[in-house]
């Protein structure tokens, strides 16, 4: 049978870094295909080189037995190559509606009634709902991924790239999205899915190639391998997939959050009276389906959005609507949900970024001056310290792959000992080495004594990492407890709405 697409002998090289070495590829009719590699590895830049969005310095490319030259994302198209991107490429002054239609209108009309009508339906059909009418400066992380799904659903490519496309879903609707790839399979579709979750690769692809530092290190049937092997070829090393912690000693309350309420960007109530605390010692959960106020939440308490009404407590001292500043000041770190977007400045060096939230303090700065020496001298300890994988101090943020952004930006929020910890989706497209690593630091820290709100769609992480676990449904708590106290069935209830348990924290 010939190969949908088969990529020989891939180069691709940026200033001081091999993304891809010699790198072969193949993806056949019919194919669920796995791709696993750490953050940095070049899955994604052989993905970016199929689709478009960059050209390969050597190597050739077929689709469907013929050597074609992909100079731009609406040659892919052409060819029939669907991808959703990690980094979502979304118009944020544009609707769902005219995203979705944009490129893909087989007239150069607006986005018409026929369009929203079918966003509509496939949100219903694949559990991706999203208003078609809405603007995507409006929209969570995770309403932002849903359209990218939804755009590669509405083109119906023969060559359909997934990067993590399962993050912002519940169970349910991952395994809905599994039954549909599936379908496409059967169709004779070939997928290529990006994950970092080892347990999708089981539960849905065929074969399984891993890269490692810009190679591929091996091809796998799925059914001739196992969690470990992969694990530990994607990393060189063996991986520990549970989170090892002792129990939490809680010491007094750090965060307090008092019947707050807020609005969302479309002047919508989107916090509905939320009140907790969280504790010195204590890894706080909060669990829910993008959308349902978590980023309103996180907003509020870090000096992003204005409360309406409530209040937050930062050890005893009234914070509300209090700016970021005096917020960070207070001893609070924030690891935004949108690292390159809320938790970085692109186009300044790692030296840079990492004193974003003390420039003006002493070391760095003397009477008005910055110490550019003490600066440096920062950012190569922690650098080294937080093994931020970069050629140099000196090099661009914006060229970092995701879990290095991510190591810088824990690098800046947790080295100068936070009392509070506010982590908005850690571990976010992170492949397995970087996860484990993000996991580690936050119960560091809670072992350290600081009190850590973590807020993640991933159950799993929720689970293993928090001594206590909220839902949140439509800007209210629907339950607070340990996570012993709670089945699944009984979280996936609360995250759906169907259920609201009593508060037993």
């Known amino acids: 049978m010939e190969p949908l697409v088969r990529m ?49 310095d050597s190597g050739r490319i077929y689709v469907k037995g013929k050597e074609v030259s992909i100079n731009s994302p609406a040659d892919a198209i052409k060819l029939g190559i669907g991808m959703v991107h990690q980094n979502f490429l979304l118009i944020d002054s544009f609707t769902v509606a005219e995203n979705v239609a944009l490129g893909f209108a087989k007239k150069q009309i607006r986005p018409d009634i026929e369009v929203k009508r079918r966003i509509i339906e496939l949100g219903e059909r694949y559990g991706l709902k999203v208003d078609p009418d ?68 089981f539960q849905v692809a065929d074969r399984v190639t891993v890269m490692r530092k810009g190679r591929v290190v091996g091809v796998k049937r799925r059914d001739e391998t196992s969690k470990e092997e992969l694990a530990r070829m994607m990393v060189g090393r063996e991986i520990l997939f549970r989170v ?18 807020a609005l969302n ?17 204590e890894i706080f959960g909060i669990a829910g389906v993008a959308g349902n106020g978590q980023r309103e939440l996180i907003e509020v308490i870090t000096g992003l959005r204005k409360a309406i009404s409530g209040k937050v407590l930062i050890n005893g001292i009234d914070m509300t609507n209090r700016s970021p500043r005096e917020i960070g000041l207070l001893g609070t770190a924030h690891i ?39 600066i440096r001298s920062n950012a190569e300890k922690l650098k080294t310290e937080y093994d931020i994988v970069a050629p140099s101090i000196r090099v661009k943020a914006k060229f970092l792959s995701g879990g290095n952004i991510q190591r810088l930006i824990l690098a800046r929020e947790l080295s100068s000992d936070p009392k509070l910890v506010i982590a908005a989706h ?66 996936g209830l609360m995250m759906a709405g169907s259920r609201r348990m009593k508060v037993i924290s």
Request: proline residues 5%.
């Open 265 to 281: 960007d479309k002047g919508v109530l989107a916090l509905k009276g939320v009140s907790f605390k969280v504790h010195s010692g």
């Open 134 to 201: 809405a603007y995507v400066w409006q929209l969570s992380a995770g309403e932002k991924q849903r359209v990218e799904i939804i755009k590669a659903l509405y083109r119906e490519s023969d060559v359909l790239i997934l990067d993590e496309p399962t993050s912002v879903l519940t169970p349910i609707e991952v395994n809905e999205l599994f039954s549909t790839l599936k379908k496409l399979k059967s169709e004779g579709k070939g997928i290529v899915f990006i994950t970092h979750k080892l347990e999708e690769v």
């Open 8 to 56: 020989v002998g891939i180069r691709k090289t940026f200033p001081g870094i091999v993304a891809n070495d010699n790198v072969d590829f193949e993806l056949m009719p019919g194919e669920i295909h796995a791709l696993l590699g750490e953050n940095g590895a070049g899955k994604t830049t052989l993905m970016n080189i199929l689709y478009g969005i960059y050209r390969p």
């Open 244 to 261: 090892e912690k002792k129990e939490g000693e809680k010491g007094p309350v750090i965060l307090e959050v008092v019947d707050l309420k």
């Open 426 to 491: 850690p571990t976010y497209g992170l492949d397995v080495g970087a996860t484990e690593y993000i996991r580690r630091k936050l119960v560091e820290e809670r072992d350290k004594g600081a009190a850590v709100l973590l807020v993640s769609e991933d159950l799993e992480e929720i689970l293993s990492l928090s001594d206590t676990i909220a839902v949140m449904y439509q800007g209210e708590i629907m339950g607070i407890g340990r996570p012993d106290e709670f089945s699944m069935e009984e979280i």
């Open 336 to 374: 935004p949900e949108e690292r390159v977007k809320m938790g970085i400045m692109p186009g300044m060096d790692l030296a840079e970024n990492l004193i974003l939230k003390k420039y003006f303090l002493p070391p760095f700065c003397r009477k008005g001056i910055l110490d550019l020496k003490s």
